[in-house]
């Protein structure tokens, strides 16, 4: 089996507590495992890489299975998560504790089957994927390489997750194609700009595609035709968890399809308002109905520059 996608990060378990939700206990969750999920759901083949304990394992065989989607587990001596919990009722950001560390990802776990997809989506959610694995990467393989840099940028203080600075993301960024922070993200890695000036440094360093998601203001995008702004679908909103990662996969399900940069943001934005109206992994979304927003949100697309 030749995948579209294979998504290489750690899945985590996570309690998750918004002004209108609250999970019941730990539930999976994590950039790789969202943006996997999204391209099973939307019918495309997706893997995903990751450490795992022997707690969760059995849960997290079951949910990726169910939605198409084909598990490459690495033993760990724990499972990841987090204790999240939403500062305000805006939810525009959120403070994490740590409910446990799972193992680094290194080369040698990655299948060489995962070597022949399509396209690998790199979202670690703490630094368990480094400079050396990206570079080995680069080095075995010709897929098209989108990176969401939350996990690279995090640290754990007194329990708790903060962002730093990284100074290897940049060369990460320099020689993958795609890197999509959020608007947080994005003040950790280059202080001092705003979104689109950071979108437009991004594609200067990777030479390809530079996104900046601003929640339920939309994204930025920065490639060879310009600079763009890409609205958000409204809706109402329950959980922002994950629709960061949701976007990462409907991005590279429909740029795979397409090619088009523009549309597959787009695309993605109306894909990210499913995750938005729901939580944990089992967020209702198909094809179709993404098909349907997507279309009414490229009405309001505007170029900026």
């Given at each position: 089996m030749i995948f579209d996608v294979v998504s290489i990060g750690n899945p985590v378990y996570d309690i998750i507590i918004t002004p209108y939700v609250k999970t019941n206990g730990r539930v999976l969750s994590g950039c790789s495992t969202n943006s996997a999920l999204t391209i099973g759901k939307l019918g495309g083949r997706a893997g995903i890489i990751g450490c795992i304990g022997?707690?969760?394992?059995?849960?997290?065989l079951e949910i990726t299975s169910r939605y198409n989607v084909k598990a490459f587990p690495i033993k760990s001596k724990q499972t990841g998560g987090f204790y999240l919990k939403?500062?305000?009722?805006?939810?525009?950001?959120?403070?994490?504790?740590?409910?446990?560390?799972?193992?680094n990802i290194s080369f040698e776990n990655i299948p060489s089957e995962a070597l022949d997809s399509r396209a690998i989506i790199l979202g670690p959610i703490l630094k368990e994927i480094d400079l050396n694995l990206v570079r080995s990467l680069k080095k075995e393989t010709d897929a098209l390489i989108f990176v969401d840099p939350?996990?690279?940028?995090?640290?754990?203080?007194?329990?708790?997750?903060?962002?730093?600075?990284?100074?290897?993301?940049?060369?990460?960024?320099?020689?993958?194609?795609?890197?999509?922070?959020?608007?947080?993200?994005?003040?950790?890695?280059?202080?001092?700009?705003?979104p689109v000036k950071v979108a437009q440094k991004i594609y200067s360093l990777n030479k390809f595609v530079g996104i900046v998601t601003l929640a339920e203001?939309?994204?930025?995008?920065?490639?060879?035709?310009?600079?763009?702004?890409?609205?958000?679908?409204?809706?109402?909103?329950?959980?922002p968890t994950g629709c960061g990662d949701v976007y990462a996969g409907a991005f590279?399900?429909?740029?795979?399809?397409?090619?088009?940069?523009?549309?597959?943001?787009?695309?993605?934005s109306a894909a990210a308002s499913f995750m938005v109206e729901d939580t944990g992994p089992h967020f209702k979304m198909s094809l179709k109905d993404v098909i349907k927003r997507f279309e009414r949100l490229l009405i309001d697309v505007r170029r900026i520059k």
């Open positions: 022997d707690d969760f394992l059995h849960d997290f939403y500062i305000d009722k805006k939810m525009s950001d959120r403070e994490l504790r740590v409910l446990g560390v799972a193992d939350q996990g690279l940028i995090r640290e754990i203080r007194d329990g708790r997750v903060i962002r730093i600075t990284n100074p290897d993301v940049y060369e990460i960024i320099k020689i993958t194609n795609i890197t999509k922070p959020n608007e947080h993200e994005a003040a950790v890695l280059f202080p001092g700009l705003d203001r939309g994204s930025i995008v920065a490639f060879e035709k310009g600079i763009y702004y890409i609205p958000a679908y409204r809706t109402i909103e329950r959980d590279t399900f429909y740029y795979l399809k397409y090619g088009d940069v523009l549309e597959a943001c787009v695309f993605a």
